[in-house]
Each structure stands twice: as structure tokens, then as C-alpha cells.
């Protein structure tokens, strides 16, 4: 899953990083958990950020004998770098492209951000982790938008060529069905293969009648009226 809705301009927000579930993000939550009511969780992990954990709270608020969370820093968000924006709508139209070209050399997410190459180690890797080191059948991971797309291209093979084009809309649910099987020394697991079932997955919202514009649009509470503005060419 990704968080459910915050706000990063609340006047009384001093660190990003620490911003919590707003009301719609909390009800974004609940019609996940009550979409979900009817699954299993072995495990239950977040980033260790409070919005991934208020949102895996209330979703695992709807289960009598829900497991503990674990928190996985390996899942925080990709770690971004600073720009200068004249206004809200410049910045969110410099972030609606910030996925794009993850693929090339030294990409980052904003200048000075932590690389799209050293995310995808770090990302991967705590999924390998979560996978072949911990005894479960299925769990709940509730992450952020940047981890959850380079999840998404790593599963489906393309990597981080493919990230720009998987939307996760806000409290999205994604399924993935991992194969694994012992090495072939036998002292180990590995990953075989692995199926994306469900992608965006908005239950506040199935159809997505009311959620034509893109997360970031909802976000910064802006409508570029379609997919993305033009590309912004202001000094950075």
C-alpha cells in the first residue's frame, strides 16, 4: 500500500518527514481496511515514518488478531533533493516529472536527491530481505509513492525504466505474488518469480470516478487538467 493523504503545507509542520494522516487520509485508510477485512496478514511492516504507520494501524484495525508491525527503514521514501519554485503549482509541476528518466545515469528524484540507481538497492534489498529471511505467507507493506513504483518496475522486469508510468494514487493497494524456492545448494531461498495481481487499487474510490488528476495534483490541491502540465522551464 502507499499512505493515505497528508498535508506537507500545514503551517504547524516542521519536518516533512514527520507529517501525519490528515482526515481524508485516515478514511482513505478505512475503506482499505474494509476492503481488506476479509485477508490474512502473517506480518505487517511500514517505513517507520508515521504516515505508513497510521495508515497500517487503521488498516489493521479491522482484524481480531492482527500481527505487530515491524518497522523497515530500507522502505522510506526515495529521498529527495531541493528546488526553487516561484508558487505551489510550479512545484508541483516540477515533481509531476520527477520520476521520469529514473533509468539514466546518476538520475535522481530532484537535484542532489538520493539517485533512482541507489534507491532501487536500497528498496530491493528490503524486499529481498522481507522475503527470504522472515517465515510468512502473506503481509502487509505500507510504504510511499517512490518505493512503491520501483517495487512495481522490479517486479514486472523493466526496472527503472518502466516507474514513471506506475500511478499510486493515495492509500492505493497493489497486489504482488512472489515465487520462491531453495537455492541450489539448499541452504537458502531465492526468488523464482514474481506476478503483479493488482495495481492502484483505490477502494475509497474503485472506479476512480472522482480521481482523474494524479496524487501529486491532490496533493498540492492543484489541476493541471490532464496528466501533466508542461514541463516547467523556469531557472531551478
Known amino acids: 500500500m502507499r499512505h493515505g493523504h497528508v498535508d506537507y503545507f500545514d503551517p504547524d509542520l516542521t519536518d516533512p518527514r514527520m507529517v501525519d494522516l490528515t482526515d481524508e487520509g485516515r478514511r482513505q485508510a478505512t475503506a482499505a481496511r474494509d476492503a481488506l477485512k476479509h485477508a490474512h496478514f502473517d506480518i ?16 489493521l484495525s479491522g482484524f481480531e488478531a492482527a500481527p505487530d508491525l515491524i518497522a523497515h ?20 509541476a516540477r515533481l509531476a ?5 529514473a533509468e539514466a545515469k546518476d538520475a535522481s528524484f530532484l ?27 502473506t503481509a502487509l507493506i505500507v510504504a510511499h509513492e517512490g ?21 499510486q494514487d493515495l492509500a492505493c493497494i497493489n497486489l504482488l505474488d512472489v515465487d520462491v524456492t531453495p537455492t541450489e ?30 496524487s501529486i495534483e491532490h496533493l498540492f490541491g492543484v489541476d493541471f487538467g490532464g496528466l501533466r502540465p508542461a514541463r516547467p522551464t523556469s531557472e531551478i
Open 111 to 137: 537535484p542532489d536527491g538520493e539517485t533512482f540507481a541507489d534507491a532501487e538497492k536500497r528498496i530491493t534489498a528490503a524486499f529481498e530481505d522481507l522475503v527470504l529471511k522472515r517465515d510468512w505467507k
Open 73 to 92: 527503514e530500507g522502505l522510506e521514501e526515495v529521498k529527495s533533493g531541493w528546488i526553487r519554485a516561484k508558487s505551489r503549482d510550479e512545484l508541483a
Open 44 to 59: 505487517a511492516v511500514y517505513s517507520g515514518l508515521p504516515r505508513t504507520k497510521q495508515t497500517a494501524e487503521i488498516v
Open 97 to 101: 516529472y520527477g520520476f521520469d528518466n
Open 147 to 167: 518505493v512503491n513504483r520501483i517495487a512495481l518496475g522490479w517486479a514486472c522486469g523493466g526496472g527503472l525504466a518502466t516507474i514513471s508510468a506506475f500511478e
Open 185 to 214: 545448494n539448499g541452504d537458502g531461498l531465492q526468488i523464482e518469480r514474481m506476478s503483479i495481481k493488482a495495481l492502484n487499487v483505490t477502494a475509497y474510490d474503485f472506479v476512480k470516478n472522482e480521481l482523474s488528476r494524479t
